[in-house]
């Protein structure tokens, strides 16, 4: 049991690290160009129409 308590204890040293690891993951999604038009459709609902064909088809032309 001890080795699994000195494991936690060292694991918990780089909270600091392993949270900027996942922040620096999620920006990347973010800004990665393939999700550019996704996400600027998706920006753009609260602005549509509820009778705007381009919403009914997922931002598609």
Known sequence: METLQDIADFARQFWG???M???MGIVAYAYW???RDR???????PL???EDKEW???GRP
């Open 33 to 35: 160009p393939r999700n």
């Open 39 to 45: 996400f600027d459709s998706n920006a753009m609902i």
């Open 21 to 23: 690891v996942f922040f």
């Open 48 to 50: 549509r129409d509820d």
């Open 17 to 19: 690290v392993w949270l």
């Open 56 to 58: 009914t088809n997922g």
